[in-house]
């Protein structure tokens, strides 16, 4: 599992000029399964994905599809962990 940080790297313009898409992107990441959740940092400087992938280069491939990396205006720092400690309603979500 995975934890992208996106970080806006131009003005909030930019960032809502390619917001639609972006969204349209991470619903259809979430409907697949692979997004489990996403959404804005506060202050509004970038976002939050968990994702379920067991590729970092899947990840990757999947990131470089993200409207806001083609357009350019945010960095991607990605973290790996595995989930030792789970809700009940993400049980699904744990590796052995």
Known sequence: MYIV???????????????KEHIDYLQKYTDLGIFILAGRKVPRSGGIILVNTDSRESLDTIISEDPFSINDV????????????????LEHLKKD
């Open 5 to 19: 940080s996106v970080i806006y790297k131009t003005g909030l313009d930019k960032v809502d000029n390619c917001l």
């Open 74 to 89: 945010a960095n991607f720092e990605v973290v790996e962990f595995i989930p030792s400690i789970i809700s009940k309603e």
